[in-house]
């Protein structure tokens, strides 16, 4: 359970576009607006006046009948002057001078018609600086504010504060030590002392990548959704995550022609036992502000080993399941599924997996082939990282000594976490390569400062899918393109499953 607070979703603070004297405001505090709503307005009489004369030009079409009337006339005199041309009754010059007026009248009728189009322009211009005096809700949900009044000159401050209230965000801080645990679509339980019984669902939407390094915390954001306001904003909260499961994948009953091969078993038929031991998670490491009384330095996890001494506790090791190349896999495969054309009891190991989902959906298609499968689980140990700790301290005295010392040599990025058990480390970085955590090591050493490399190792749940039955050639092929880890006759699964 952890503690939280209900925030509005979006807190926005309207102000204007333009500088001017507040002419009214329609709503007040706690009022409810919509997206597009007009909240206040400025004077704007000038405006007003130029949007109509503006408005009162684009309509009027005076000029164009004016000029097309001209062009019209110029076109039959332009006509008449050729005609008297042609008889020999008009010179030369009086012809060029009227088709000369034709023109004229022509590209006057056309300058009409620009103008006519910037006018229209100029309209859309003033209609446009008229709305820059109005302030708009840009999001629907209600007014936590208002700072300004009617009257009052408005420059660069806001004049109302609206919030967001469908969905709301619940923001939360989690401890460092479970770093890894919250993921993204993770839903949790959510409640208020305030509100009473009522208990709210909520979806993890955002994790932040970077740790607070003065509480040893990182933030996590849930959506909550609120479509009728029942939920308040503003309120302190606790929740607690949901734990997550996989969906059961369903698997077929194994075919008389797979059973008469391999002798059934009451309460563990062909199961393997995958032993596998994995070291604890290590804590996750930020650096802290240099503060005296910080507590005591975090723990380094008594199964860890430095890294340079003994790279094995990168990952666990198990004697069931062997990694082994995809092609050699592949090729080991193909000989103990493809003997020839006739069929024979086959079974094969596949994996790993990511998640049962995934080894899931492989399952589905072999069981429609009229193959029998079974998804197992074992734990690994995964590789996160690596992190420069300190030599183990066995009191606390010996610890807030060494934290002086390391305030002293000027170092401040290192990680205390207070109410660990003797004996613990101190916390001096977290990398992601190896080159940077030995820089990291030679520059505490040049400083008087020893220390260490370790691995910082987290368990993963890795999954195998078992799969038997009778198999063809065609079957065998696509068998053959599945990643395995090892081929095994059924015989041999049945066996070990019995012990």
Known sequence: MLDCVINPSVVADLGSGVPGIIDRVMVDRSDHVEAGQVVAELESGVEIAARDLAQVRAEKDTEIELRRVNAAFGQRQHARSEDLFARKVISTNDR????????????????????????????????????????????????????????????????LRVAQLDPLFIEVFVPVERLGEVRPGME???????????????????VDRVADVASGTYGVRLVLPNPEYRVPAGLRCRLAFSPVTEPPVATLE????????????????????????????????????????????????????????????????????????????????????????????????????????????????????????????????????????????????????FVTRLKQAGIKDFFVAP??????????????????????????????????????????????????????????RHLAELPASKPARCEQLVSQAGH
């Open 188 to 206: 949790a339980e959510v409640w208020s002392d305030a509100v009473g019984d009522q208990r709210w669902q909520a979806q993890v939407s955002r």
């Open 254 to 401: 194994q075919p008389d022609t797979v059973t008469s091969e391999i002798p059934a078993k009451p309460d563990n038929a062909a199961v393997e036992v995958i032993e596998n031991v994995s070291s604890e998670a290590a804590d996750t490491l930020t650096s802290v502000p240099d503060t005296a009384d910080s507590g005591h330095a975090a723990v380094e996890d008594k199964l860890a080993t430095p890294l340079r001494i003994d790279e094995a506790e990168v990952s666990a090791e198990t004697d069931e399941v062997a990694a082994v190349p995809a092609d050699v896999a592949a090729a080991q495969v193909a000989e103990a599924v493809m003997p020839g054309p006739v069929t024979e009891p086959v079974c094969l190991r596949s994996g790993p997996y990511a998640s049962k989902t995934a080894a899931g959906k492989v399952a589905r298609e072999l069981e429609q082939l009229g193959l029998v499968t079974r998804i197992e689980s074992h734990e690994e140990s995964e590789q996160r990282g690596l992190r420069v700790v300190s030599r183990w301290f066995n009191e606390h005295s010996h610890a807030d000594a």
């Open 419 to 476: 109410g660990r058990r003797l004996p613990y480390r101190v916390n001096l970085g977290l990398y992601n390569d190896e080159r940077s955590a030995t820089k990291r090591v030679a520059d505490l050493e040049s400083k008087g400062i020893d220390a260490d490399i370790l691995a910082w190792t987290q368990p993963v749940t890795r999954y195998q899918l078992t799969v038997s039955g009778e198999a063809d050639e065609s079957l065998s």
């Open 96 to 159: 060029d001078e009227r088709k000369t007026e034709a023109r004229l009248a022509d590209i006057q009728l056309r300058q009409a018609r620009d103008n006519k189009e910037l006018a229209v322009l100029e309209l859309r211009r003033a209609e446009q600086v008229l709305k820059r005096r109005s302030i708009k809700s840009p999001i629907s949900g209600v007014v936590m504010e208002r700072f300004k009044t009617i009257g009052e000159y408005v420059d660069e401050q806001p004049v």
